[in-house]
């Protein structure tokens, strides 16, 4: 299996305080890999520090090495970098004055496409991508993002984040909002994009994450405890912390 | 501790197995009890108790099986979860086995009396002490016990071996006393399979605690490792 994201004593910093203590992990390329733990654990850090998002808090900074594909992104320009890392987060943000289709073109935009035949191929791929184009194809741009339901609103954000072709997509908590059909939508979601792409998702639906991703990371304080194949994190957990936080026992 | 009445209920669940567990022991005892005595009296409440342990074991599968649904256990808990199912089927066909052995001594009651080249409660002492064994280590999660139990399988599979070969020469020799050396036979063979799932229960109770698969002879843990 090849290595899509290679993490190097990756360190995370809210001001003077530390958050990540120095992770190490290798993400394996077009598979899912869950990042779970308790709320304050570092998880949304880490995987912000994936797409240099951490960095936009003018508090914060990181240290380590990440590497996307072989190329280390902290000495390539941000915007470069979100090219390559699309994110979707918790609570579906469409851009509301925007058309659906220019919600999803506008990544591709603000990259200087302009080609309107470029634009329309790219608009509908990527909403075929996140199993929402038959929903949407005849209000294209008639609605708005924001008149989508919010199931809808969350995979047109990840046809938003599928536009620009990235290698890797992160998630942070993406169905943590939605009722169980949405859910189970993005989950299905999930398994077809992880064919093509690699996919880091943030979650606390312990259920979720085994039921979508190949690798689990657990996360506490800052640290990361343990990092395994899914089944071996859910049924059988080398280290105490990780069974007690899955098992309930934990705090 | 979070999940507060979830590990309550893992509780109720062990102790509703270790219910089950008493009153297939007791059957067990029972039964070997009126091999040794020709009590027929003792077959019957063998047979009579036989409907309870049937109703505890679905019980227990109903209340595993909400637990599953209703609370996604992971990790040591589905473990155990599993581990209970799979231990109450075995105290169950630990109650069918001492029913087979309460019908054979029916069977032999109504025959004369033979001294017989087999020391069946020797044998049904031992075993019984494999599945006081077995539950004591489910009870204490002893994984070092429950080693012990799977060891003392292979001696009572010889002492089913040497009854098997002393009541085939015994019937050869004496043709009179054939049916009851068939009936000692087959409680020989009843109590070895009762050794056999006290060791099924020390396999989950392995399974259970360290997360290890020592089926079949197997060595390795689940999940690959």
């Known amino acids: 299996m090849a290595t899509a994201v290679e993490v190097r004593d990756l360190k995370a910093y809210f001001g003077k305080t530390e958050a990540l203590h120095g992770i190490n992990i290798s993400i394996e390329a077009t598979h899912a890999t869950a990042v779970i733990g308790p709320s304050g654990c570092g998880k949304s850090t880490f995987i912000r520090c994936l797409n240099r998002m951490h960095e936009t808090n003018p508090e914060a900074r990181a240290q380590g090495e990440v590497k996307i594909g072989g190329a280390d992104i902290y000495s390539m320009p941000a915007v470069d970098v979100r090219r390559k890392v699309g994110m979707v987060f918790q609570k579906p943000n469409p851009f509301p004055s925007m058309s659906i289709y220019d919600n999803v073109a506008a990544g591709l935009k603000l990259n200087g496409t302009r080609n309107r035949h470029t634009l329309d191929e790219a608009v509908e791929r990527s909403l075929q991508q996140a199993a929402i184009w038959d929903e949407v194809k005849d209000v294209l741009k008639k609605k708005s993002g924001a008149s989508l339901s919010g199931g809808q609103q969350q995979r047109l954000c990840i046809a938003r984040a599928l536009a620009v072709n990235p290698e890797v997509l992160l998630m942070d908590e993406p169905a943590s909002a939605l009722d169980p059909i949405s859910t189970a939508k993005i989950e299905d979601l999930i398994f077809e994009l992880k064919q093509k792409l690699t996919i880091v998702i943030v979650t606390h639906n312990m259920q979720q994450a085994s039921r979508v991703a190949e690798f689990t990371g657990f996360f506490l304080m800052g640290h990361l405890v343990e990092f395994d194949r899914t089944e071996k994190i859910f049924t059988n957990p080398s280290d105490k912390r990780t069974e007690d936080y899955i098992t309930g026992r934990f705090g | ?225």
């Open chain 2, 1 to 225: 501790m979070t999940r507060i009445r979830f590990h309550q209920e893992l509780d109720e669940l062990k102790h509703r197995i270790l219910a089950m567990a008493g009153m297939a022991e007791q059957a067990v005892d029972l039964a070997v009890q009126a091999y040794s005595q020709r009590d027929l009296n003792l077959c019957e409440r063998v047979l009579a108790n036989e409907s309870g342990i049937n109703r505890a074991e679905r019980e227990v599968d109903e209340f595993a099986i909400d637990l599953l649904a209703m609370q996604q256990p992971m990790a040591i808990d589905l473990r155990f979860i599993l581990a209970v199912i799979k231990i109450n089927a075995d105290l169950e066909r630990v109650g069918d086995q001492a029913v087979n052995i309460a019908q054979r001594v029916m069977h032999m009651v109504g025959m004369p009396a033979f001294e017989l080249p087999v020391d069946i409660p020797a044998m049904a002492s031992r075993v019984r002490a494999m599945v006081r064994d077995a539950l004591r280590s489910f009870i204490e999660g002893d994984t070092e016990l429950a080693k012990h139990v799977l060891e003392a399988d292979d001696e009572i599979d010889r002492i089913n071996h040497e009854a098997f070969a002393a009541l085939s020469a015994c019937m050869q020799a004496k043709p009179d006393c054939a049916v009851q050396a068939l009936d000692a036979l087959s409680i020989a063979r009843n109590l070895e399979r009762v050794a056999d799932h006290a060791t099924n229960i020390a396999e989950d109770v392995i399974f259970w605690v360290r997360g290890a698969d020592v089926r079949h002879g197997a060595g390795q843990t689940i999940a690959g490792t």
